[in-house]
């Protein structure tokens, strides 16, 4: 299963940012963290991932800490097209694959 | 912007008979990827398929799944005497690289009666 923890659900206003926080303690040293979400009932959306450094896309912001133990996803003015579980994997670079956990329900409120 | 294709999105089948799922992965992708979600649970992890072969693949895929990349476009999951317990959600995924984001199409909904 996925080495993550994330909470089980976050409410966020909408047009502020969303942080959401991933514990990842057990990460090994080649290992990515990524993020994806899923819209209800939709395929999951790859949103970034990122290795050691912090990650800026189109979509979010990847903030890794220093010791790669934990990490937080940042949407910077949230929608509420932003409704979604959120879901913080961590990528075992020798399996051609990622485990989705349960991640957080990200509620977003007008 | 490119997408996973999947066909069809709503399958209705009877139990034991078999089925097929397609999936036309973006073109310069290399890997492939079959996954499932039975309502209200997680989403889990079939099989990965790289280099026309099954590279990984879970306790799930068993042996009345197969996949197979027949003309070098399309992805298909073939389950070959389906069960109620099949019915879910199916998703295929492709990326370009082993480490980069996955692609995930909008899913086929099975239900087996």
């Known amino acids: 299963d996925a080495k993550t923890t994330q909470p089980t659900s976050m409410d966020c206003a909408e047009g502020r940012a969303a942080n959401l926080p991933c514990n990842h303690s057990?990460?090994?040293?080649?290992?990515?963290v990524y993020w994806y979400r899923q819209i209800h009932s939709q395929g999951p959306q790859y949103i970034i991932h990122g290795l050691k450094n912090n990650e800026t896309n189109e979509m979010a912001s990847l903030i890794i800490t220093e010791d790669r133990k934990s990490s937080t996803l940042i949407l910077p003015h949230a929608t509420l097209r932003d409704t979604a579980v959120y879901y913080c994997i961590v990528g075992m670079n020798r399996d051609d694959k990622i485990i989705f956990g349960k991640g957080t329900r990200l509620h977003i409120l007008p | 912007e490119p997408e996973v294709t999947q066909t069809p999105s709503h399958q209705v089948t009877q139990m034991g008979q078999e089925v097929i799922l397609r999936c036309v992965p973006i073109?310069?992708?290399?890997?492939f990827y079959w996954y499932r979600q039975i309502l209200g649970q997680k989403v889990e992890f079939l099989v990965s398929?790289?280099?026309?072969?099954?590279?990984?693949k879970s306790e799930i895929f068993d042996d009345q799944f197969s996949v197979e990349r027949p003309d070098g476009s399309n992805f298909t999951l073939k389950i070959r005497s389906t069960k109620l317990e099949d019915s879910a959600m199916y998703f295929c995924?492709?990326?370009?690289?082993?480490?980069?984001?996955?692609?995930f199409g909008s899913g086929t909904r099975l239900t087996v009666v």
């Open positions: 995924a492709s990326s370009v690289g082993r480490w980069d984001g996955y692609t």
């Open positions: 398929f790289y280099n026309n072969e099954i590279s990984e």
């Open positions: 057990t990460i090994s040293g080649n290992e990515y």
């Open positions: 073109s310069n992708h290399l890997y």
